[in-house]
């Protein structure tokens, strides 16, 4: 099993819609998880954190599932500038203490 | 006033060439890191420096020699380059966090190396 498994999509939706990915971790020791945006051929970049609690920024709901090993990330009323690819990174936990990435969820907002 | 600035954005050489790819970091972060991404967009950490001195080193070919003259600056040298190294390579710093690795990564823009 993979350390950090996404849905790789791509997921095409209409402008307007919501979408959610999920994302799930092998090693239940893992401490911090968090999501990335990268557009195509740039760089990743911090969407947003997630909090056991759950947390949202606008249009964005991140949460995580610790019983079950996943986070997901909830988009609302998406917009065509919501096209890329959302890489979810846990950061792990003791002599595994470095960000694992994973391959990334493709997302296309069509008008 | 780039945050995480490399050079150069684009590199096509031949097999079997040495190459060097430079990073600076204007952010006065402690920690840098270069990251590969293959065709496959899979983003994985290659090395990880904390003020200067090495803390992440997976497992890579030891053609692959980072160097790091100042905490702004990690280098990255090639040596005897194989197809198999095309990729866009990343670098990376980060503030302090818990620990000496963080969640929060500032990206510079990549250089896409091609090897023929």
């Known amino acids: 099993r993979k350390e950090v498994e996404q849905d790789p999509g791509p997921f095409n939706v209409p402008e307007g819609a919501t979408v959610a990915f999920n994302c799930t971790y092998s090693n239940s020791a893992s401490q911090s998880f968090f999501w990335y945006r990268q557009d195509c051929r740039k760089e990743p970049k911090l969407l947003m954190s997630v909090y056991s609690s759950g947390n949202e920024d606008g249009r964005f709901t991140a949460q995580l599932n610790r019983a079950s090993q996943y986070i997901s990330l909830l988009i609302r009323d998406s917009k065509l500038s919501d096209s890329a690819t959302y890489l979810c990174v846990v950061l792990g936990a003791g002599n595994n203490r470095k960000l694992i990435w994973g391959l990334g969820t493709s997302l296309a907002v069509n008008p | 006033d780039t945050a995480v600035s490399q050079t150069p954005k684009y590199l096509v050489t031949q097999m079997g060439n040495d190459k060097s790819i430079k990073c600076e970091q204007n952010?006065?972060?402690?920690?840098m890191y270069w990251y590969k991404q293959d065709s496959k967009k899979f983003l994985k950490i290659m090395f990880s420096y904390n003020n200067k001195e090495l803390i992440i080193n997976e497992t890579v070919p030891n053609r692959f020699s980072p160097k790091s003259p100042d905490k702004a600056h990690l280098n990255l040298h090639i040596n005897s380059l194989e197809l198999g190294d095309s990729a866009v390579y990343f670098c990376a710093s980060s503030p302090p966090g818990q620990g000496l690795i963080s969640y929060e990564q500032y990206f510079g823009p990549g250089t896409r190396l091609t090897v023929t």
């Open positions: 952010l006065g972060h402690d920690t």
